[in-house]
């Protein structure tokens, strides 16, 4: 593509400059500032480098958002304009002091060779991903027949492409045999995986036939987390897939473009409906339930570029190793199992909330907190204590200020051994934003990949989003607005070591930027779980318990205990054919539920359910028969309800969550009241 803009003539005229650059979907992106070994100081091209931070200055004035996209007109515009530019300026400050710290020795860490790979493999780590490592294995295991049953019509198309081009890649290098797409699918006359499967009508958000189930799509049209909508918001659904909302609407969702400025009412207020169901947060649902999770939204991630024509490429990038101990470079997941052996519980890096702590204490009033570069001395002199001293508790934090704790937070993201967010989907983020669809668009994409992050990623990045609105919340007095704090951070959050072009560094720059800025704006909302995927998850586990009951040797095990119930007597006989699950239906009246509260003085109580039953209102029934004592009232309070079981590994409720609707949904569940885990 040809990019166009005007450089400034000696005489005060603008002359055109105009670069020709190939179209991102073709050209490797995977970052936007180099982390290559810099030169020492003394080399021959270190000048040159110190020489490039003005030209590039002057192409991003050139070339910002603002330049971009048409600027809308208001009264702002001249003020947004001089922001921006400043915001600019500290990006290109925080790239020159992250230069001079790799020329430190700061930065020791060298990337291990990239080997070029092929489509084919690529493909294959994509269903390996996903869950669906079967599909190359030609294993028959429940849990990929049970996501392939669970799949939206654009997620299976986006499954077939992958594996269509893993299958013709495989084909031409002659490597092995390979199934038949169709045959996986059922689409001909070869023999289905799915054949186990009952055949339960699926609607396009994957959820059952509301014949079957009306309560599960049941939904108030005045349940919304605010229930009077003003006229600049806009109504936000997690009801439905993201990639199916695209293909079957494409007239609706050719929305206009979206203009991206500096002022923070230029995004859109999203207003989420709240069904019947409730919310639920990332951390409300078990680690398996979550992990189903992830795969999922990388699966609806992909269909939902596909629906725009997008290729989600998934590069080989550097890798580098980690360090297996100490604090700077070691991978989070190394971190969090040290950490778990002083608080089982934790799931943010003990580190990173001391780092926290130390910036709220006496920082988020000080101007320019992250722009500061601190005490040379005394970071190089802290950051090997912290490395030889933290883990054992020896480290004396109370010496330590806040403009250190400030900087020692940026090293720590920007050496991790692999960046924080995935930098590998950035050139689909570019692709998408140059086409300018609505933020609602770009929120959708941000959205699923949140959720498709690990674990320890996407916990600490909620952790980190909540402590920069500390900061942002202090603007008047720090100078750290949500365009400062992205344009700062965004090369510390999203790096990679390759080198790239000055404009290319820019516009990846930008839009790094931009995913921090909406990340900022929407922190409250990122991390909740979209309930089409919930409603997903529900089906796998139902779908696995089925799978499971028909292998052979559950077969071999039912027909011995029936045997065994031949030989007994009549009356024992009739004990044991009585399930569990049945046992519990005939002994607790329909609508009716046992909650169990094991902490509490209070320890079960049976509950009548009606339909404007909430949780809130049978945790207010505990804290009333508990009210006896007011430690037990502290305790209360600190408590969830929780539904375990059935169709679900473990999911703490919404207090507005509607209790017969979940009840109607997942029979089998137990209902425990426990305190809930936070970070």
Known sequence: MLATAFVPRPEGRYAPLTMDLQDSGSVVLTAYHSRARAQPPGAAGHPVLRKSIPCCRRINRMLSNESLHPPAFSRSNSQASVDSSASMEDFWREIESIKESCMGGQDEQTPTEVKPVDEGELEAEWLQDVGLSTLISGDEEEDGKALLSTLTRTQAAAVKKRYNTYTQTMRKKNKQSVRDVRDIFGVSESPSIFETIPDIPVHANGSSDPGENPIQNAMSDDHYLEKNIPPEAEELSFEMSYSEMITEAPKRNKLQKS???????????????????????????????????????????????????????????????????????????????????????????????????????SGLESEGIFRLSGCTAKVKQYREELDAKFNTDKFKWDKMCHREAAVMLKAFFRELPTSLFPVEYIPAFITLMERGPHIKVQFQALHLMIMALPDANRDTAQALMTFFNKVIANESKNRMSMWNISTVMAPNLFFSRSKHSDYEELLLANTAAHIIRLMLKYQKILWKVPSFLITQVRRMNEATMLLKKQLPSVKKLLRRKTIEREVTSPKTSKVLQKSPSSRRVSDVPEGVIRVHAPLLSKVSMAIQLNSQTKAKDILAKFQCENSHSSSECIKIQNQRLYEIGGNIGQHCLDPDAYILDVYHVNPQAEWVIKPQSRF
Request: no cysteine; glycine share 6%; hydrophobic share 40%.
């Open 259 to 361: 203009v991206i400025k500096k002022e923070d009412y230029a995004l859109t207020k999203f207003i989420v409906k709240k069904t019947r169901f409730g919310l639920t947060e990332a951390g409300d649902l078990s680690v398996e339930d979550m992990k189903k999770i992830r795969r999922l939204s990388l699966i609806e991630l992909t269909a939902f570029f596909d629906a725009f024509g997008i290729p989600l490429k998934r590069n080989k990038t550097e890798k580098v190793k980690g360090r297996d101990n100490g604090i700077f470079g070691v991978p989070l997941t190394v971190l969090l199992d040290n950490d778990r052996k002083k608080d089982s519980g934790v799931k943010v890096p003990l580190v990173l909330q001391k780092f926290f702590e130390k910036v709220e204490e």
